[in-house]
Structures are given as structure tokens and as C-alpha cells.
């Protein structure tokens, strides 16, 4: 028998061989789902690969991952670090976690790039109006002269980030509020995690806001409407996206019968009060979507879209004016999408 004739007949054994092993081990490529509870929403994980995954196994990772993350970053949990930061009244040096400490300066830099519309010293005011983990404040209005007291509390320029992962309060009181960029971060620890066990293809949700990795997913951007029919879908890959409104988490306000925005504007201590109603960001990390979506929708519709432009980020601006809706897009957005 010629040899390559006897080659070709054990290349197809081989093939053979290897269908059989795919047929009873139920290994071809496939999607498997996780769902799970945490930060106080749901989480989605969808992860596609040709091998077999152990689920309780993979599941255990993610868990593992996200409730380290948030035990670093959540100013709502008495054993996180991040709260127990803002418990210590002191103006010494204090040592964080590596992760903290970076996040914190994300957060600095977010802070100048956006004119200070951004800023992770916000928690006195969040508090105030009632969405932070105060409790006292849930159903009462600020008065004015709160609102001053709050911001005398308030500014980036209280907290100094020091090299070796220290921080130092220059005004004991200052608390930090992360809320902006804290999920997106988690979402990034997660499929960073994801990555290592050598599971690239997959998809990280968490309350809405979304990382994919080396394949494509088909996702669905918000625009703050609430009607299934305006929801946008496109592919993502390697990038994250998400979305920030001021269609949620609102209550009544004593200003004119409006409700107040959860979105809270630093720079004058009160809810936002403008036409824009959503904005969704994809950038590279779930990090930087999370902070710039907040980030965007604090500078409204018209400061808004000229950062998305001058700093070529993909990002949608969605505005109700008279009741009628319309988008601005950034070029960036305009690209990735036609």
C-alpha cells in the first residue's frame, strides 16, 4: 500500500476515533449559563467552549471572585474594606488594598478628565438624599443648608493617594462612594478570572452592565424609554458596555412635583436636571464604561457628547425634549455601529 494511502487511512481512524470520544463525552462546543445574586442585582455569566466544564466548579470561581471584589469595594457591607475606610475618622496615612488603591486613582483620573462631573467623594451627598446605606434620609428632603454642610465634605482634593497603596483623608470626615465604577471593576475581576482558567469566550452581566470577551455577543443597549421595541442590538467583543439613566431609583421630590435623580451631581450637590435621560459608553473595560456612562450623564446633553468627541469614546446620548426622544451619537459610536 502506498504510504500515503496508509497515512490517510489512519488520519481517519483518527477522525473516526475523536467523533466517537465527542459523541459520548457531550463535548462539542456549546453556551452554559450562570446566574447568580450580588451587590444587590442579578448576575448573568455565559460562557462558550469545546471542552466539558465542571459547572459547580466554574460557578464557585465566579462567586468567589465577585464577593472578594465586593468586599474590597462596597461602602454598603460593615466587613468590606472600602467601608471601613470611610469609618476612620483620622487623617493618617492609610493602608488598602492594591485593588482600592487603584480603583481610586481610575477614579482621580476620571475626576479631571470630566471636569470633576465625576467623583468618588460623592458619599455625603448620596447619603443625604437618601441612596446610600444611611437609612435615616430614605423618605426626607435635604434643606439647603445641608446640602452646603454635605459638600464642605466633598471634593477630590480631600483625599490624597499616596504611593504604596495609601490613602490619607486631608479632612477626616471625607467618605468614599465607588458605586460609579465599582461593578464595572467586578465585571473586569471576573473575566479576568475567566481568562486564566482558559475560558476567553464569554459573557459577564452584572444589574445590566456587560463585558464580552474573544467572541462575539449579541447584546441590547437601553435608551431609557423602557420599550422592548427601541432597544438597540449590536455585537460586542473584547469590549464591555453600559448604561446610566435617570430613569431609575427616583422619588418624589419637593422641587416643582419632579422626581429626583439617584444621579447626583457632585459639583452642586443635587439630582441632575436636564434632558438627558440615558447614555450608554463601550470602551475596553466594564471599568471605564461604568465611570464614563455616570461620568456623561452628570455633564448632560450638550457638555456630554463634546467629551464623548473630544475624547473619541463610543457612546449614545439619549434626550427627551416635550415629549418627543431623539439620540446623539459620537463619531466613535457612528463607527463601530454602521
Known amino acids: 500500500m502506498p504510504r500515503y ?18 459523541f459520548f463525552s457531550g463535548c462539542s462546543e456549546k453556551t452554559t449559563t450562570f446566574n447568580g445574586k450580588a451587590l444587590g442585582t442579578t448576575w448573568t455569566i455565559k460562557i462558550r467552549a469545546f ?7 466554574i460557578k464557585d470561581e465566579i462567586i468567589s471572585t465577585i464577593e472578594e471584589a465586593e468586599k474590597i469595594l462596597s461602602h454598603w457591607r460593615p466587613d468590606a474594606e472600602l467601608y471601613q475606610f470611610n469609618q476612620a475618622l483620622t487623617s493618617d496615612p492609610i493602608t488598602v488594598h492594591p485593588l482600592l488603591h ?12 470630566s471636569a470633576g462631573a465625576f467623583d468618588p467623594t460623592i458619599a455625603p451627598i448620596v447619603n443625604l438624599w437618601g441612596f446610600g446605606p444611611v437609612e435615616s434620609t430614605r423618605k426626607s ?39 460609579s465604577s465599582a461593578k464595572g471593576e467586578i465585571i473586569d475581576q471576573v473575566c479576568e478570572m475567566l481568562h486564566s482558567k482558559g475560558l476567553p ?24 424609554t423602557s420599550s422592548p421595541e427601541n432597544l438597540t442590538l449590536f455585537h ?7 448604561t446610566s439613566g435617570t430613569y431609575r431609583l427616583n422619588k418624589a421630590s419637593p422641587d416643582a412635583g419632579n422626581p429626583s435623580s439617584h444621579l447626583l451631581d457632585p459639583r452642586t450637590g443635587r439630582p441632575v436636571k436636564h434632558s438627558l435621560i440615558a447614555v450608554n459608553v463601550v470602551a475596553s473595560t466594564a471599568r471605564v464604561a461604568d465611570a464614563f456612562a455616570t461620568a456623561f450623564m452628570i455633564l448632560g446633553p450638550s457638555e456630554g457628547p463634546a467629551l464623548a468627541k473630544k475624547m473619541n469614546m463610543v457612546a449614545r446620548f439619549h434626550v427627551e425634549e416635550e415629549n418627543s426622544f431623539f439620540a446623539i451619537t459620537s ?8
Open 5 to 22: 494511502l496508509s497515512e490517510l487511512r489512519y488520519l481517519r481512524i483518527a477522525i473516526t476515533l475523536l467523533g466517537f470520544a465527542t
Open 51 to 57: 471542552r466539558c466544564l465542571d459547572r459547580s466548579v
Open 141 to 179: 428632603f435635604p434643606s439647603t443648608q445641608e446640602i452646603q454642610e454635605a459638600r464642605s465634605h466633598v471634593g477630590i482634593q480631600l483625599l490624597e493617594i499616596l504611593p504604596e497603596n495609601q490613602v490619607r483623608k486631608r479632612q477626616p470626615t471625607v467618605q468614599v462612594d465607588l458605586s
Open 201 to 224: 469566550d464569554h459573557l459577564v452581566e452584572i444589574g445590566g452592565e456587560i463585558r464580552a470577551g474573544s467572541g462575539k455577543w449579541k447584546v441590547a443597549l437601553e435608551d431609557g
Open 102 to 113: 487603584e480603583l481610586l486613582l481610575h477614579a482621580r483620573k476620571v475626576h479631571e478628565e
Open 331 to 338: 463619531p466613535a459610536y457612528e463607527k463601530l455601529v454602521h
Open 236 to 242: 460586542l467583543q473584547n469590549s464591555a458596555v453600559a
